[in-house]
């Protein structure tokens, strides 16, 4: 089981040199590839040099001991690890020292400060309670992988940092091991404005959990009454991946959930104050996801025009009723991945073409801008064969200069100079002249994914942004002045206008 | 003359379709009974490969054991062989829906123009429509389907989302308020029931309902005849016990029984089976033939979960104190955080007098504390007794020990007994 549920992917920049370097997570011992990007863009396999040798399902990267690098939190089946960084993309394992070795099996983790201490705490979600001797089968008793409801659900974890130099679980003072569901996705944001940092959990088969903050860390799970454990039915559904962002740009965050095939994927609008509501037909986001099974999934401006599109990674885990390739390995399993245009108040599904015909057994998504054109690139980890990149042609990389004229952009790095790093839950309003847009600075999501916290904007025809309102993750709210587009902006702590 | 004439152009279509080439399902680790129905099924159609009606039943077997492509293409040429039947379009219907809505509107209009007052039918149809966008005419489909069936609860389930999704929570409660009161078993109408009340301003009862939906099972049953038909004539393991699983959550034990004991009559070498009868069997307060199937279960597989657990309390119940324990023990190897078998070990050696092992297995169940009150509850009244045992044998330290457990237990639970546990240990000096 855990086989066909891996593997993960982390895009991050591991040795300070300014690019984008990819692990992939695999569960197989040994699996796991580690890769440096060059000056020239092509990647060499540092796995063996780096330290970053072993299994895993996923990752969660982010700087935990604030000495200005990245550093490697590893979901498994079994011990978790941590993987600090020397600064040069070299890790060692400091998971005892740090009482980071959760047991169980572990998916995917996010980081958040929800203390406000300074330093990056970690939400770990844990699927089952997997018993390798547990043999399953379809109706009719064809041998087949396990479902979550053959095994418990597992109860998930919370990582508290001191400071820099260990982890405490406060799971339970949290609240959160009331209860023991099949934790597959999370991502970490304040999603109804009050100024906490908020938890939501893609459960398999279980319902979803938004874990409201309801500060001193104190966590309540509030998902059925705001409409985000259920979907539109009352039914729980596979979650596997959880996409997050402003989708219809009315300045709050949407979720949009992976899911089994014969069940949608699930598009989550943010209502604020009554919560969510499932928006999935009337956004046209279901029909195109009901014959395929989802996992990494992403929100990210494809275009560059000023809104959020969606890409998902597909890959069957039990046998498809009809099989899409005609023999391998994996012929029962295999799907196109989907890719699908934000136009205003509906989605387009536009997978008609390559790369997206393509069948493969997909797992992890991140977006990143891998070769720094002002466009964003997808990776996807494929559990039937090697990675893929896809590489962005909004922009030319040859000659980004020559970008349409409405494809003008934005990245943002938000950095805290106290921290020594960038500001992992901080909240931005971009002013532009068609109006606020809402980013956030998170660097997980998806399905066992991680990918680099700066924020990527879309902007369209225009040219300038007039200004940025950040509420950093501790409260304090700055404005800084806007700046021209096709650039990636530093706004620093401390820099703006304090409000 | 309708009639003939009828008949004539359903020969008509039938002679006009291309020779159809039976589907065959990949069969290999299929289970036996399975295989053997679906070879049989397919050798009859190759016999007779004109008759609808053979074409529909193999459709509804395929489908039964999964076989959904291979069920599709059955069901459409038993729809062309017989298009006045009206369960060949309507099966194909509802499968073809589980892939896509849009295109199974025709098929679901093309059956329902046979059969217009199939309540579960019209049913399905609208909650296509609803997926499939076409928000106004699912409405109108969930009042017909109601007005036909007032009793249906998807109906008026249906007719609560539309309120709830067109911004009128007031309307929602009403609509999910009548499907809950009919179907209150169903988890999908109480969890989007209480999410109108919030909506609708009332976080209060929303809570009450949603906290009582945890408790409800995460498959929904709806009455629908002919649907169910088809997961009738699944053969494996696994659907006689998902059958028997059904009518458990109806209470009816009686149906439940007769589906375990048809699945054991095809291959009895399945512990699962017998398990699922000794449970079923002891629910109906059939004891001695309960504990004769959870034998027959642990004789097949003695680490089957559960299995030990339940003949160990089987064996208290019938006085076989040696049994019980032993039975006991070898669940708690088996599970070694299994409270509830930690104080039948401790009531049994508390009965036989064997106090070391009552203290141990006492401590080990107060270390693991238990959350759920009913074992939580029992916990506190062992400690205490076996304190109040210790405090009479004048062994007064020892059972203050016991005495505090139950008090720290008593008052996490914020427990009426916290009073009279500090009066006792106050009298104990403590």
């Known amino acids: 089981m855990p086989a066909v549920m891996g593997g993960g992917a982390a895009v991050f920049d591991a040795d300070g040199d300014g690019d984008l370097d990819l692990y992939f997570i695999a569960p197989a011992p040994g699996g796991s590839r580690f890769y440096l990007q060059q000056d020239d863009g092509l990647f060499l396999d540092a796995t063996a040099a780096s330290g970053l040798v072993g299994d895993g399902m996923g990752a969660t990267a ?10 490697l939190y590893i979901t498994r089946v079994g011990p978790d690890r941590l993987l600090l960084n020397d600064g040069n993309g070299v890790f060692a394992d400091r998971s005892a020292a740090w009482d980071a070795s959760t047991p169980g099996w572990s998916s995917s983790a996010a980081l958040l400060d929800y203390d406000r201490d300074g330093y990056l705490d970690i939400y770990v979600a844990r699927y089952v309670a997997f018993d390798p001797e547990r043999v399953c089968s379809q109706h009719g008793g064809r041998r087949d992988f396990c479902g979550p409801t053959e095994f418990e659900g597992m109860s998930d974890v919370l990582l508290h940092n001191l400071g820099g130099h260990g982890f405490e679980d406060v799971g339970a003072s949290a609240g959160i091991t009331a209860v023991t569901d099949a934790g597959l996705g999370v991502v970490a944001a304040d999603f109804d404005h009050d100024g906490e940092i908020d938890i939501y959990v893609a459960n398999d088969a279980d319902p979803n959990n938004l874990w409201i903050h309801q500060g001193g860390g104190r966590f309540v799970d509030d998902g059925v009454l705001q409409g985000s454990a259920y979907n539109r039915w009352g039914n729980s559904e596979a979650g596997m991946g959880i996409a997050t962002g402003d989708a219809d740009l009315d300045l709050d965050l949407d979720l949009f959930v992976t899911h089994l095939i014969t069940e949608t994927n699930t598009y989550y609008r943010n209502l604020l104050l009554p919560g969510f509501e499932d ?14 099974t989802g996992f990494g999934t992403a929100f990210f401006d494809a275009d560059n025009d000023g809104d959020l599109d969606l890409a998902v990674a597909n890959g069957a885990v039990k046998r498809r009723p009809s099989a899409l390739a005609p023999h391998g390995l994996w012929a029962d399993y295999v799907e196109p991945n989907l890719f699908l245009i934000n136009q205003g108040d509906r989605f387009l599904d536009a997978s008609s073409e390559p790369p997206w015909t393509e069948h493969g057994l997909s797992r992890a998504l991140v977006p990143a801008d891998l070769d720094r054109d002002g466009d964003l690139d997808l990776v996807i980890a494929n559990l039937d064969g090697p990675p893929q990149i896809l590489r962005n042609l ?48 998170l660097s997980t999501g998806s399905y066992l994914s991680a990918g680099p916290a700066t924020v990527h904007l879309g902007l369209g025809t225009a040219d300038a942004t007039d200004g940025f309102d950040v509420v950093w993750p501790d409260g304090l709210i700055e404005t800084f002045d806007g700046v021209a587009a096709n650039q990636v902006v530093e706004l620093v702590r401390g820099e703006g206008e304090v409000q | 003359m309708l009639r003939l004439l009828s008949l004539f152009l359903a020969v008509a279509a039938a002679a006009t379709l291309p020779a159809q080439q039976i589907p065959e399902p990949p069969l290999e680790g299929a289970e036996t009974a399975v295989r053997q129905r679906l070879t049989t099924q397919a050798a009859d159609l190759r016999a007779d490969p004109e008759n609808g009606a053979a074409w529909g039943r193999y459709g509804m077997t395929l489908e039964a054991h999964t076989f959904t492509a ?12 017989s298009p006045r039947t009206f369960r060949w379009p309507y099966l194909l219907a509802t499968l073809v829906d589980e892939r896509s809505a849009a295109e199974s509107l025709p098929l679901y209009r093309a059956a329902l123009a046979l059969n217009p007052d199939y309540a579960p039918g019209r049913v399905r149809y609208a909650e296509a429509l609803e997926r499939a966008g076409q928000f106004d005419d699912a409405a109108t489909e969930y009042e017909r389907a109601a007005r036909l069936m007032p009793a249906n609860a998807h109906a008026h389930a249906g007719l609560g989302r539309l309120a709830l999704a067109a911004g009128d929570p007031a309307a929602a409660v009403r609509h999910l308020s009548r499907a809950h009161d009919l179907a209150p078993e169903n988890r999908s109408f109480a969890v989007t029931l209480a999410q109108a009340h919030a909506r609708a301003g009332d976080r209060e009862r929303g809570q009450e309902i949603a906290a009582a939906a945890r408790s409800l099972g995460r498959i929904n049953y709806r009455n629908d005849p002919i649907r169910s038909s088809v997961h009738d004539l699944a053969l494996d393991v696994r659907s006689y016990l998902r059958r028997a699983n059904a009518h458990r959550v109806h209470g ?25 009868l000794a449970e079923v069997l002891a629910a109906s307060g059939d004891q001695p033939a309960s504990q004769v199937a959870a034998r027959r279960a642990y004789e097949l597989h003695p680490e089957l ?6 003949l160990a309390r089987g064996l208290f119940q019938s006085g076989d104190l040696s049994g019980a324990l032993a039975m006991a023990e070898e669940a708690l190897d088996l599970s070694p955080g299994d409270v509830n078998m930690m104080l039948l070990v401790a009531i049994i050696s508390a009965e036989r007098g064997d106090v070391v092992r009552t203290v141990e297995i006492l401590d080990r169940a107060y270390q693991a504390r238990p959350q759920d009150a009913p074992t939580r509850n029992a916990l506190i009244q062992l400690l205490t007794n076996v304190g109040e045992a210790m405090a009479n044998s004048g062994l007064q330290d020892a059972a203050a020990v016991q005495l505090e457990k139950a008090l720290d237990l008593a008052e996490e639970a914020e427990s009426p007994d916290v009073a009279l546990l500090q009066r006792r240990l106050a009298q104990l000096g403590r």
């Open chain 1, 394 to 441: 909004t922009i030319d990389p040859e000659a980004p200069a020559d970008r349409a004229a409405a494809a003008n952009w934005l990245q943002i790095r938000v950095i805290d100079p106290r921290l020594g790093r960038e500001a992992i839950g901080a909240r931005i309003v971009v002013r532009t002249l068609d109006g606020p847009r809402l980013v956030h600075a």
């Open chain 1, 62 to 71: 982010g700087d935990l001991d604030n000495d200005g690098d990245v550093d």
């Open chain 2, 252 to 276: 009816e034990l009686d149906l439940a029984q007769r589906e375990l004991r048809a699945g054991i009559a095809i291959d009895g070498s399945r512990p699962e089976l017998h398990f699922a």
């Open chain 1, 279 to 292: 928006a999935t037909i009337e956004t046209d986001l279901g029909a195109a996801s009901l014959d395929l």
């Open chain 2, 70 to 81: 291979e069920a599709i293409a059955a069901y459409r040429q038993a729809h062309a062989l």
């Open chain 2, 305 to 310: 979960e559960g299995v030990a657990a339940f």
